[in-house]
């Protein structure tokens, strides 16, 4: 893929987390549902995702967003500067 086939993305990563745990509940309600008609979705992803909203509400941890961030090296965020 060409840098010209890319689109930017800009994203808030705090205000789109809190849409994601904020809809959780609703989500994890479905979770059954899911599992039967989409049996090709890794669940296991989406069982993350509750396991990082309670290490979060618990404060143990880091939010999985800082984390991913924290786990960037510093070739990947100048390699993407550039394309931009």
Do not use: H, W, Y
């Not at 789109?16 to 979705?41: D, H, N, S, W, Y």
């Not at 967003?65 to 960037?72: E, P």
């Amino acid at each position: 893929m060409s840098v010209e086939e890319l689109a930017q993305v800009n994203l808030d990563l705090q205000q789109a987390t809190g849409t994601i745990l904020g809809v959780l509940p609703e989500v994890t309600a479905l979770r059954a549902q899911i599992v039967k008609e989409l049996p090709g979705f890794d669940i296991a992803q989406f069982d993350k995702l509750e396991d990082g909203d309670r290490k979060t509400k618990r404060g143990g941890g880091r939010s999985r967003a800082r984390d991913l961030l924290a786990a960037t090296d510093d070739e990947s965020i100048s390699e993407s500067s550039e394309l931009r």
